[in-house]
């Protein structure tokens, strides 16, 4: 009897602290982001309006440079190599960029465009055309505001919200093939793609 008493005793203090659970599942998930948002303000690189006559040999270029700094004056810069010559009638400007979503204080790079040549439309064989290069960049949002990117230490860096915005400028030259023909009274114009990564 007292055995008996003893295990009942035991049974019920164990019963008391009983316990009761439920198992519920749950998702784990990630989103992987490497490519930076960006996008292009509301104008293109414009290199204004010119008077322009190409060499006949291609030997020399005239140039127009657009400055990406937005305060800069002019924005538009020519040099002259005869035959060849360029004259500003009306200033062009540069584009601008912005970079968002991207990690905060992120440091980015800029690729050079690839494309190089801007033609008019329906552009002949023998016709002259232009050539883009020497590419610049002016910061003109975040920590490094108002300086110009360096391609060799890249100093674009995104904000504590992850954005940053620039401005593109660049060299036109006239064409540097052999052509009789003149530049024709019309738009030339070149799509260019742009790279901004980490």
Not at 74 to 88: E, H, W
Not at 184 to 194: C, H, M, S, V
Request: proline content about 6%; glycine content about 6%.
């Amino acid at each position: 009897m007292k055995l008996f008493s003893t295990l009942l005793a035991i049974s019920v203090s164990v019963s008391s602290f009983a316990t009761y659970a439920k198992i519920e599942s749950f998702d784990a998930k990630v989103k992987v982001q490497n490519t930076v948002v960006l996008t292009k303000g509301p104008d293109d690189l414009d290199f204004g309006t010119i008077r322009a006559v190409a060499d006949p040999t291609g030997n020399n270029q005239a140039t127009l440079t657009i400055n990406p700094e937005p305060t800069a004056n002019p924005i538009s810069s020519r040099l002259d190599n005869a035959p060849a010559i360029i004259s500003i009638i009306a200033q062009g400007k540069p584009t601008s960029f912005t970079v968002s979503e991207v990690v905060p204080n992120a440091r980015l790079t800029i690729s050079d465009p690839t494309a190089t040549v801007l033609d008019s439309d329906g552009q002949g064989l023998n016709e002259p055309n232009f050539t883009v290069s020497g590419w610049t960049y002016f910061i003109t949002t975040g920590p490094n505001a108002n300086t110009y990117y360096t391609t060799g230490s890249p100093n674009l860096t995104a904000d504590s919200d992850g954005n940053v915005s620039f401005n593109i400028g660049a060299t036109l030259s006239t064409a540097s093939i052999t052509s009789s023909e003149a530049y024709r009274d019309t738009e030339y114009t070149g799509t260019f793609q742009l790279e901004v990564a980490y």
